[in-house]
């Protein structure tokens, strides 16, 4: 019987026919003799996340997957990624997401990352504890420019808008109340207090300082977006019965796995990007199956070459991501092993779809149907047809045996 599960996603592997490639889409264009391999092993159909016809961001995309509905249980993105960077929410925290930048005397936003800092530590610990009309801001340190903001506090709210402009050369945005609540205004009059303060630290920040004598940009702003209320999700372990662990590199998927209480992994060169090692990905997660039920395996970058629309570095991703999946192939029949991805993101489109993805399941027991290669078309003629995300998890509890029966 199954015992274990290993659930690969691979964000934004879904596309649409490019032309260049004689009408395939990047995955089906794709070399890809393990994906082919396990999918002739497995119990396939298709994926949309959010059902049919709807675009799904990643995060309540990867929230459907795991069996938590995004209507009710979708926190925002600040409280997920801030969850990703290690810091320990409490119920009624607002959390936003943010980047150090910079911003001119006249308030132009002249440089939203800072790419020529490298480290920028120094910064969040300097603005980090400050206590104002009662609120505490706690600020931690991302991956390159990025920080998570929270704020903790009595009488808050998260219907603010954003600081951050999302655009060079343009003024940063007051941040004001979207709703009439005394909450919102609070938040937003205490925030704007905050960034006073923290741009008068950052300005005379000994970094700083040395950075403007060498004539380069100093960081002297959180550029804060993405407000949105933490309250307790239900854990993984609780919902499902299955102690879960988490091996992605990019912030967002890590903090879907803190959020859902599983243990996130770090695994040394796991980045996120382009240059990240699939590899050693893969190793730490069918290490992690020793000692979880379930773990949850992200890989991003397929996502990424979409959204630039580069067609032929998505096919060499995916023919790498292939290659990392040698090791599924060798998994005991005990161990559930699926691939799947949180939405397409088509290169023509340069954006996330509600094209459908595909899904494959692969273990002891499941009905193996006819379908001989990973692709979104092929798949279309599997057993499974067409899955919600909310669908995976029973699915899963179906084959491992766990599923309550209803009436008698
Ligand atoms: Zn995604």
């Given amino acids: 019987?199954?015992?274990?599960?290993?659930?690969?996603?691979?964000?934004?592997?879904?596309?649409?026919?490019?032309?260049?490639?004689?009408?395939?889409?990047?995955?089906?264009?794709?070399?890809?003799?393990?994906?082919?391999?396990?999918?002739?092993?497995?119990?396939?159909?298709?994926?949309?996340?959010?059902?049919?016809?709807?675009?799904?961001?990643?995060?309540?995309?990867?929230?459907?997957?795991?069996?938590?509905?995004?209507?009710?249980?979708?926190?925002?993105?600040?409280?997920?990624?801030?969850?990703?960077?290690?810091?320990?929410?409490?119920?009624?925290?607002?959390?936003?997401?943010?980047?150090?930048?910079?911003?001119?005397?006249?308030?132009?936003?002249?440089?939203?990352?800072?790419?020529?800092?490298?480290?920028?530590?120094?910064?969040?610990?300097?603005?980090?504890?400050?206590?104002?009309?009662?609120?505490?801001?706690?600020?931690?340190?991302?991956?390159?420019?990025?920080?998570?903001?929270?704020?903790?506090?009595?009488?808050?709210?998260?219907?603010?808008?954003?600081?951050?402009?999302?655009?060079?050369?343009?003024?940063?945005?007051?941040?004001?109340?979207?709703?009439?609540?005394?909450?919102?205004?609070?938040?937003?009059?205490?925030?704007?207090?905050?960034?006073?303060?923290?741009?008068?630290?950052?300005?005379?920040?000994?970094?700083?300082?040395?950075?403007?004598?060498?004539?380069?940009?100093?960081?002297?702003?959180?550029?804060?977006?993405?407000?949105?209320?933490?309250?307790?999700?239900?854990?993984?372990?609780?919902?499902?019965?299955?102690?879960?662990a988490c091996v992605a590199g990019g912030g967002l998927y890590k903090g879907i796995g803190a959020l859902l209480g599983m243990k996130v992994i770090d695994v040394p060169g796991a980045t996120g990007k382009l240059d990240t090692d699939l590899d050693a990905k893969m190793r730490a997660a069918v290490a992690a199956l020793e000692e979880h039920d379930f773990v949850f395996l992200h890989f991003k970058a397929a996502d990424t070459q979409g959204e630039d629309g580069k067609w032929a570095e998505k096919k060499a991703f995916i023919e790498r991501i292939d290659r990392a999946l040698a090791p599924a192939l060798t998994l005991p029949p005990t161990t559930l092993f699926i691939a799947t991805a949180d939405h397409s993101t088509p290169c023509i489109l340069k954006a996330h779809s509600a094209d459908p993805v595909p899904i494959i399941f692969r273990g002891e027991s499941v009905r193996v149907d006819g379908v001989r290669s990973y692709g979104e078309r092929s798949c279309a003629a599997g057993d499974l047809g067409l899955m919600a995300g909310l669908d995976v998890m029973p699915h899963i509890m179906n084959l491992m045996g766990r599923l309550p029966l209803i009436g008698a």
């Fill in 1 to 244: 019987m199954i015992n274990k599960v290993l659930l690969l996603i691979c964000d934004g592997l879904g596309d649409r026919p490019v032309p260049q490639l004689g009408d395939k889409t990047p995955l089906e264009a794709a070399a890809t003799p393990n994906l082919d391999a396990l999918a002739a092993q497995s119990q396939c159909g298709l994926l949309c996340a959010l059902g049919r016809g709807v675009r799904p961001g990643s995060d309540v995309s990867h929230l459907a997957i795991m069996g938590y509905d995004p209507a009710r249980d979708y926190p925002g993105r600040g409280p997920i990624e801030v969850a990703g960077l290690g810091i320990a929410l409490e119920d009624g925290d607002i959390a936003l997401r943010g980047n150090f930048g910079n911003v001119d005397d006249a308030g132009i936003c002249r440089d939203r990352h800072c790419r020529h800092i490298s480290d920028f530590r120094p910064y969040a610990a300097a603005v980090d504890g400050m206590e104002i009309d009662g609120v505490r801001f706690i600020v931690k340190p991302g991956t390159a420019h990025r920080a998570g903001v929270v704020l903790r506090g009595k009488g808050l709210s998260d219907a603010i808008t954003d600081a951050d402009p999302h655009k060079t050369d343009e003024h940063l945005h007051e941040v004001t109340p979207t709703d009439d609540s005394p909450e919102a205004r609070r938040t937003a009059e205490v925030l704007r207090k905050f960034f006073v303060r923290a741009a008068g630290i950052l300005r005379n920040h000994p970094q700083n300082l040395e950075l403007q004598k060498a004539g380069k940009t100093p960081a002297n702003f959180v550029l804060v977006r993405g407000a949105g209320r933490y309250r307790r999700l239900q854990p993984f372990r609780e919902r499902w019965g299955l102690s879960a």
